[in-house]
Nanobody
Framework: VQLQASGGGLVQAGGSLRLSCAAS????????VGWFRQAPGKEREFVAA????????FYTHSVEGRFTISRDNANNTVYLQMNSLKPEDMANYCC?????????????????WGRGTQVTVSS
C-alpha cells in the first residue's frame, strides 16, 4: 500500500483544514488507517484512526470534538477534518495503514506509512 497525505497549510487559530490520505496498491477496505503527527522536538503521536469499513473511529483526547476522521473506500481516501485548530496542533501530519481488524493506536501496529503534510497554526 502506498500512501500520500495532502491538504496541510497555514491557518489561523480557530480555523479549519481538511487533510487527505490517498492510498493505492491493495484492497483499501482491508486496512485500518490512522493519522499521526510530529512536532519539532517531540515524538510522533497518535491522532485518530478509522477501521477498514469506516464504522469505528477513535481519537486522542486532545482532538476529540474538533477533528473528524472519515473514509471513502470507493476512492481509496481517508480524510481528517480539523476544526477549531490550536497552536498546539501545529505539526507534520502523516497517515498510516494497518492490515488489522479494529482501530489500532500504536505506531508499531501500522505496516505502511506515507509522507506527511505540514500543518501550521498561527496564534
Amino acid at each position: 500500500v502506498q500512501l500520500q497525505a495532502s491538504g496541510g497549510g497555514l491557518v489561523q487559530a480557530g480555523g479549519s483544514l481538511r487533510l487527505s490520505c490517498a492510498a493505492s496498491g491493495r484492497t483499501f477496505s482491508n486496512y485500518a488507517v490512522g493519522w499521526f503527527r510530529q512536532a519539532p522536538g517531540k515524538e510522533r503521536e497518535f491522532v485518530a484512526a478509522i477501521s477498514g469499513s469506516g464504522t469505528s473511529t477513535f481519537y486522542t483526547h486532545s482532538v476529540e470534538g474538533r477533528f473528524t476522521i472519515s473514509r471513502d473506500n470507493a476512492n481509496n481516501t481517508v480524510y481528517l477534518q480539523m476544526n477549531s485548530l490550536k497552536p498546539e496542533d501545529m505539526a507534520n501530519y502523516c497517515c498510516a495503514a494497518a492490515n488489522r481488524f479494529g482501530i489500532p493506536v500504536l505506531i508499531g501496529a501500522y505496516d505502511y506509512w506515507g509522507r506527511g503534510t505540514q500543518v501550521t497554526v498561527s496564534s
